[in-house]
Structures are given as C-alpha cells and as structure tokens.
C-alpha cells in the first residue's frame, strides 16, 4: 500500500509568490517523521525541513515551512517568495520504524516537480 | 565538509558483469542506507544498516548484497548486473535513530547493458 501521496506531479509558479507541495500519508505508528528533500537538476539530494508527529507547532527552516494537520495526514511544504533556484524535484518522506531496534526507514513519494518562471 | 562520499560517479556494466558501489561518510553516524531512484519516481530503499555489523533489506533488495565494512563504509554489490539495475544508486547516512535525518551523497548513475 501506497504511504506517501504527492498529488502534483507538476506546478509552475511565477517568481516571488509563495508555493504549496502537497503530501497525504499513511501510517498507523503513533510516532513518526516526515520530511522534505530537494533534488535539483544536478541530482542531489538535499535536506529542506523535518516534523515529528508529536511536535505541536509547525515546522520551519526559512523560506520553508511544513503546514502539518496530523487528523488529515497531511503535511504540505509551503515556500514562501519562490524564487528560480527553487525549481527542482521535491520529495516528501516518511519515516516508519525498521526491522532492526532503533534503524529507522525512509519512505518517499513520487516527487513534484516545481518550475518558478521569471 | 566532505559528508557522504559515493564512488563511482557514473558506470556502464555489461549483463552479468559485477560491480561493487562504495560509500563512505565522516560525520560519525551509526546509520547508512542504500537506495535507488528510477525515471520520474522517488526513492526505493534497497538495503540499510543501523549499526556497524547490522543489516537488514528494504524494499527492492533482490539481486543486490550489502556489507557494513566499518561505521564509515556501506558498500553495494551486484553480483550479476541485468538491465532492471539500471538506475541512480544513492547512498546515506543518518545521525540518531529518533529524527533520522538523512543525508546523502551525489549518487552514482549505473547503467547495465
């Protein structure tokens, strides 16, 4: 079964307004991750904002915040003032508890990928 | 600030050749992961490692192995490459069991003719 859902497989944006990503998941531990990852058109994989499923405010790392409303599982990253470097791949994840004490599995969605246009 | 460090960068293998995938990190972390990302889809983890001397599979281990040399290096190998294998190989590391962070190295892009 499917654990992270991004709707948008794509959204174009102008520059300078502010962006939602949307994420859906699905777990029944009652503890939990989730998180942001960037992946520009070089590759890599960069960390953007993480929120722990008891952590009572939302989450934020800058321009980036995690809009987290836990009774519908969702967990939306919100860019404010996009600009063009921000266009990229973004990737939500999950983590779930692993077979082995303490190890600690990611799941990732399918990924958006985000366009800012001048 | 060297992070997570994946050699090689790029291969081209034959079918059934083997190749072995090398990732070291110096941020002392207990935990690493290897995962591998297919056109237009996320992340797939193949196999992991919470501890030096511990592995376990993931999601799509099937004709891959893994060995845990020392709690720096995580390495991968494919015993007998097929074109499914063609893929981007990530490699990461993470700090604590509780927030698990990951970080990751650039990737190593393989392709299996």
């Known amino acids: 079964a499917q654990k992270i859902t991004q709707t948008q497989p794509g959204m174009f944006v102008q520059e300078k307004e502010a962006v939602t990503l949307d994420c859906t998941y699905d777990?029944?531990?009652?503890?939990?991750?989730l998180f942001w990852y960037k992946q520009p058109s070089s590759g890599e994989m960069i960390f953007l904002i993480y929120q722990g499923s008891y952590d009572q405010q939302n989450a934020t790392e800058g321009r980036y915040s995690l809009n987290f409303q836990k009774a519908r599982k969702s967990a939306n990253l919100v860019i404010s003032a996009s600009q063009l470097g921000d266009s990229a791949m973004y990737f939500c994840a999950m983590r779930e508890a692993g077979a082995i004490q303490g190890a600690q599995k990611l799941v990732f969605g399918q990924g958006t990928r985000l366009t800012i246009n001048p | 600030n060297a992070g997570v460090t994946q050699t090689p960068k790029f291969q081209v293998l034959k079918t059934g050749q083997s190749m072995t995938l090398q990732c070291a990190q110096d941020m002392n972390h207990n935990s690493m992961y290897w995962y591998r990302q297919d056109p237009g889809m996320g992340l797939r983890l193949i196999y992991y490692s919470a501890s030096e001397g511990t592995t376990d599979k993931g999601e799509v281990p099937n004709g891959y192995n893994v060995s845990r040399l020392n709690k720096r290096e995580f390495s991968l190998r494919l015993e007998s490459a097929a074109p499914s294998q063609t893929s981007v190989y990530f490699c990461a590391s993470s700090e604590s069991w509780f927030k698990n962070i990951q970080y990751f190295g650039a990737g190593t892009r393989l392709s299996v003719l």
């Open positions: 777990t029944s531990d009652p503890s939990y991750g």
